[in-house]
C-alpha cells in the first residue's frame, strides 16, 4: 500500500475529477494503456484488478494494492495529463497550479531515493510477474532482492530474443543454455546480419557476455536464489542498474531489428531508432 495520507488521496481526487468515477477525460481503453505503458499493470486483468470497476476505483485500487515508488510513478504521469487536461479547457488557475505543484511534492517523496531501473515492457505473463517482483523489491530500496528476479528475466527474455532469430537456446543434450552462450550467439547473429554502424557497439555486446557469465556466479553464489552470503546493496545496486541497461539495449536492438525487417513491407513504417 502507497503512503498516502487521507488529505492527498483527496486532493487527488479533486484534481483527477474522479467523484464520477471517471479519471480526467481517460476512456477505459486509453486509461489501460497509459497504466500499462507507465508502470507495466494490466489493470482489467492483471493480478488483483480483475473485477470490472470504473477507473476511479481503479486508481484506488492501484493505491491500495502497489507500493510507493510505483503509485509516485504514475501519478506523476497522472499530474503531468492533468495539467494538460485543464490547459486546454482553460481551467489552470493559479489554485490548481499550486495543488499540483503540491502534489508533485508528494510524488517527489514517494519516489524517494529507491534504485530505478526501466525494463522492457512485455506482456507475457511470466515477464509481468517478474518485473512487478522487481518494481515491487526496488521501491523498497532492495536491490539485494532483485539480483536472482532480474536474473530469471534476463535469461528468459534472451531465450525468446534468440528463438526469434532462429538461434537454438539448448545444448545437444536438451540442456538450457546459459546467458552467456546466448548472448554470444547473437553477437554472432549481428555479425553475420549487420544491424549496427559502429564496431564500439558489437564490441559492447561482446563485452556484455563476459559480465553475463559473471553474473551468473551472482545469482548462484550471492544472492537470494540459495543459501548464500547476499551481496551487499551498493555492488547489487550496481549489478542490477547495469544488467538491466544491457538487456533493455539488447531488447531494443530487436525491436529496431523488426521494424527495419518490415520497412519495405509497412508503408507506415516510423524509421525511428529506439536507442
Not at 492533468?82 to 486546454?88: G, H, L, M, Q
Not at 515491487?136 to 528468459?156: C, G, M, Q, W, Y
Request: net charge negative; glycine share 4%.
Amino acid at each position: 500500500m502507497a503512503n498516502l495520507t487521507f488529505r492527498e488521496k483527496i486532493n487527488l481526487e479533486n484534481l483527477f475529477d474522479m467523484s464520477s468515477g471517471y479519471i480526467l477525460d481517460f476512456s477505459n481503453s486509453s486509461f489501460a494503456r497509459l497504466v500499462g505503458e507507465v508502470i507495466n499493470i494490466d489493470i482489467y486483468g492483471g493480478a488483483g484488478y480483475q473485477e470490472y470497476t470504473s477507473k476511479a476505483n481503479k486508481l484506488r485500487q492501484i493505491w491500495k494494492n502497489e507500493p510507493d515508488n510505483i503509485v509516485g510513478t504514475l501519478t506523476e504521469e497522472l499530474l503531468n495529463n492533468c495539467e494538460d487536461y485543464y490547459s486546454k479547457r482553460n481551467e489552470l488557475t493559479d489554485p490548481i497550479k499550486n495543488k499540483i505543484d503540491e502534489m508533485r511534492i508528494v510524488v517527489s517523496r514517494l519516489k524517494g531515493t529507491a534504485t530505478q531501473v526501466n525494463l522492457p515492457k512485455k506482456q507475457e505473463e511470466t515477464l509481468q510477474t517478474l518485473i512487478g517482483d522487481i518494481n515491487n523489491a526496488l521501491s523498497r530500496n532492495k536491490p539485494e532482492l532483485v539480483l536472482d528476479r532480474l536474473h530469471t528475466f534476463s535469461t528468459k527474455l534472451l531465450r525468446q530474443i534468440c528463438t526469434n532469430n532462429g538461434i537454438e537456446t539448448t545444448d545437444n543434450k536438451g540442456k538450457n543454455l546459459p546467458m552467456q552462450s546466448l548472448a554470444g550467439m547473437l553477437k554472432k547473429k549481428y555479425e553475420q546480419n549487420p544491424l549496427f554502424n559502429s564496431t564500439f557497439t558489437i564490441s559492447a555486446i561482446q563485452n556484455s557476455i563476459s559480465l553475463f557469465d559473471q553474473y551468473n556466479g551472482i545469482r548462484n553464489n550471492q544472492s537470494y536464489a540459495h543459501d548464500n552470503e547476499v551481496l551487499g546493496k551498493l555492488e547489487a545496486e550496481f549489478v542490477v542498474k547495469i544488467m538491466a541497461d544491457l538487456i533493455t539495449f539488447i531488447d531494443k536492438a530487436e525491436t529496431y531489428r523488426e521494424k527495419m525487417e518490415n520497412k519495405d513491407t509497412d508503408e507506415n513504417f516510423d524509421f525511428d531508432i529506439p536507442f
